[in-house]
């Protein structure tokens, strides 16, 4: 291979010395102002699962969930029984009150037929 650009010289374009120190201002600003925006909002943390779960005949099924929460919030979770095929054989809202404490509660949904597990599908704040 010749030395090509000895014979044709190159022409490459030197990074402006001032677009690094750019671009880490930049992200610095974003950063500092997602964690100021995150840490002024109001929502309260709180967080659930599915501890346990019993079938207990072709047409019931019991959830048991624990509830974590940073405020005392009411919630109302919402819980699906699935059959073996994934279908959704029933479905409860579940009312959890207010509570400065975790706590764990049980719901009974009623099903269409057998089910195979309980799902969490959401908690939200009343």
């Given at each position: 291979?010749?030395?090509?650009?000895?014979?044709?010289?190159?022409?490459?374009r030197p990074t402006p010395k001032w677009l690094?120190?750019?671009?880490?201002?930049?992200?610095?600003?974003?950063?500092?102002?997602?964690?100021?925006?995150?840490?002024?909002?109001?929502?309260?943390?709180?967080?659930?699962?599915?501890h346990s779960y019993e079938v207990v005949d072709e047409r019931t099924t019991k959830v048991d969930l624990e509830i974590f929460r940073d405020e005392p919030v009411a919630l109302s979770c919402r819980v699906f029984a699935q059959s073996q095929d994934k279908v959704v054989v029933g479905e409860k809202t579940i009312e959890v009150p207010?509570?400065?404490?975790d706590v764990r509660v049980v719901g009974e949904i009623r099903t269409e037929r057998r089910a195979v597990t309980a799902v969490l599908d959401s908690c939200e704040p009343v």
């Amino acid at each position: 291979m010749t030395d090509l650009d000895a014979r044709y010289g190159r022409h490459r374009r030197p990074t402006p010395k001032w677009l690094w120190p750019l671009v880490a201002t930049i992200g610095i600003t974003i950063g500092v102002a997602w964690a100021a925006w995150a840490s002024w909002t109001d929502v309260p943390v709180h967080q659930a699962r599915v501890h346990s779960y019993e079938v207990v005949d072709e047409r019931t099924t019991k959830v048991d969930l624990e509830i974590f929460r940073d405020e005392p919030v009411a919630l109302s979770c919402r819980v699906f029984a699935q059959s073996q095929d994934k279908v959704v054989v029933g479905e409860k809202t579940i009312e959890v009150p207010a509570s400065d404490r975790d706590v764990r509660v049980v719901g009974e949904i009623r099903t269409e037929r057998r089910a195979v597990t309980a799902v969490l599908d959401s908690c939200e704040p009343v």
